[in-house]
Nanobody
Framework: QEQLVESGGGLVQPGGSLRLSCTASGSALDYYAIGWFRQAPGKEREGVSCIDSKDGITLYTDSVKGRFTISRDHAKNTLYLQMNSLKPEDTAVYYC????????????????WGQGTQVTVSS
């Protein structure tokens, strides 16, 4: 069964760091685009970052550029999101996902996504 499970969320102070992990079972990460999106209360889903599995090209939404880094460990079948210099506006549930379309519209064609992990940035 293909499944994605996120972990690593929590409560952190502004300026702090967290590393999110997304562990896949089966071939859940073996898709063209894999990445992270988030959803804050009362807001729409927002794509945070994604990787082109074929060429390793990465994309980030403007608000996290220079602060977040997406990476993948093939041996562990795991996707990561290193988040530094966290801000209160980063507070959201973070989901990892995989799908067929890479690019700015990568969320339009998702195949798998996990249950999410809560990230709260607050003093």
């Amino acid at each position: 069964q293909e499944q994605l499970v996120e972990s690593g969320g929590g409560l952190v102070q502004p300026g702090g760091s967290l590393r999110l992990s997304c562990t896949a079972s089966g071939s859940a990460l073996d898709y063209y685009a894999i990445g992270w999106f988030r959803q804050a209360p009362g807001k729409e889903r927002e794509g945070v970052s994604c990787i082109d599995s074929k060429d390793g090209i990465t994309l980030y939404t403007d608000s996290v550029k220079g602060r977040f880094t997406i990476s993948r460990d093939h041996a562990k079948n795991t996707l990561y999101l290193q988040m530094n210099s966290l801000k209160p506006e980063d507070t959201a549930v973070y989901y990892c996902a995989s799908g067929y379309t890479f690019g700015s519209n990568w969320m339009s064609d998702l195949v798998h996504w996990g249950q999410g992990t809560q990230v709260t940035v607050s003093s």
